[in-house]
RNA sequence: GGAGAAAUGGCAGAGUGGUCGAAUGCGGCAGUCUUGAAAACUGUUGAGGGUCACACCUCCGGGGGUUCGAAUCCCUCUUUCUCCGCCA
């Protein structure tokens, strides 16, 4: 959620800003400072009643003290007026401030100054390209393929117990997933970042808080018994760790990482490039947190960046890194990172992180704040990013490493797995 | 699931109808003393709205009610603790 103050004192900026988007938002920002005034006017003329009313109990109260009853009750009756007035000034204010609230929430990020136009990920900007991309056997597969050839993750299986994409791992497959999370863990946890296991479902005021609600209501899993929602990443219960809180400058920086299950709805993509391991409803995803001081939220950015890069070296996986255009950013970034995977035998990248900068944004919404040097509160920043999402990291692996006789293990993981090959 | 107790400022903890935004302690900040530090002493220290700045208003877990007036009384929800039951 932006701040009310900035959109009042930059109304143009924020018009212009939003454009990187597509997004045409002058009417918006019209209403919303139509309505701030509107509000504000309500405020203070309920104020001035309830001041008056104040004044009038107090002093009903001393004439009572003084045994003034007859006194006491004429002001009573001047006291029930005042009453009614404020009651009607108040109902319309809340009803003003529950459609500016409203309002505020369907307003994006303002995209960051480097953020490219754009429609779609077609104009998303390639940044940098590492890797080889392997020469692969002949009548190589795609990792659907192998998992079926080698029996290490059945896709029917799951299906049959739950529904489609809800994959079943199973012996190595299973092993290597194990592997993975292990490594990630290990390594953000020898970055700095503080390890973590947190529930896999949240509340509702939970999803407002990082974003995904109102705006992604259909994305999530619900559970309308008891009114929770199934995490899509573990951005959500981490990021909310912090709601309401009131920082010092010393706290930051603040670095949190945790693996969880992630559950996705993902209603209306289906298609060609679903297959296998590549768009699932429920997958394994180690998720890294940020709260920064506003000062060196870009440069923490830059820092996991580097982070997870380092991550897919060490895989010996061919990636490239996407800035975002505006058409593609989320709803709560300022400027986000893609990662992609060149999965050979597909012939086609895989997003395997995203890793993003929500400056204010998620603060706004969180009360997140920290007391400055001059002991005002001011909105911290939050990032995320995945490092990494496993099944397209598998599904890279599968199909870069496959040999004439088995899958070869990235050597990093060996020590994880227990064994080099699967075949 | 049943029974009871509780929820107050960064923390601890008073406050049961009227100048209570709230005693006190700790912590934080500033100062005195000191070569410096500690100790001691003095002062200061919640958040939001509003204003050029004041004024002023709101907030004592959330929501609703009683009253001229509620942290204080009533209803309700949530959470925590204790006891009982069930259970990985």
Redo the contacts with the bound molecule.
Sequence with gaps: MLQLQFIRDNKEEVITRLKVRNIDATSVVEEVIALDEKR?TL??N???T??Q??K???E??DL?KTKQVDKANEL?AQ??VL?EESKSLGENLNITAEKLQSLLYTIPNLPHPSVPAGNSDQDNEEIFKEGEVPTLIKGALPHWELAKKYDIIDLDLGAKITGAGFPVYKGKGARLQRALIAYFLDQNTQAGYTEYQVPHLVNETSGYGTGQLPDKEGQMYHIGEDNLYLIPTAEVPITNFFRDQ?LAEKDFPICCTAYTPCFRREAGSYGAHVRGLNRLHQFDKVELVRVEHPDNSYKALDGMVAHVQELLRELKLPYRILRLCGGDLGFTAALTFDFEVYSTAQERWLEVSSVSNFESFQANRLKL?YKNES?K?VLAHTLNGSSLALPRILAGILENYQTEDGIQIPEVLVPYTGFDKID
């Design positions: 504000r405020q203070s309920l104020d001035n309830l001041a009313s104040k009038l109990s107090n009903i109260g009572f009573k006291s029930l009453k009131l704040r002991g509160n």
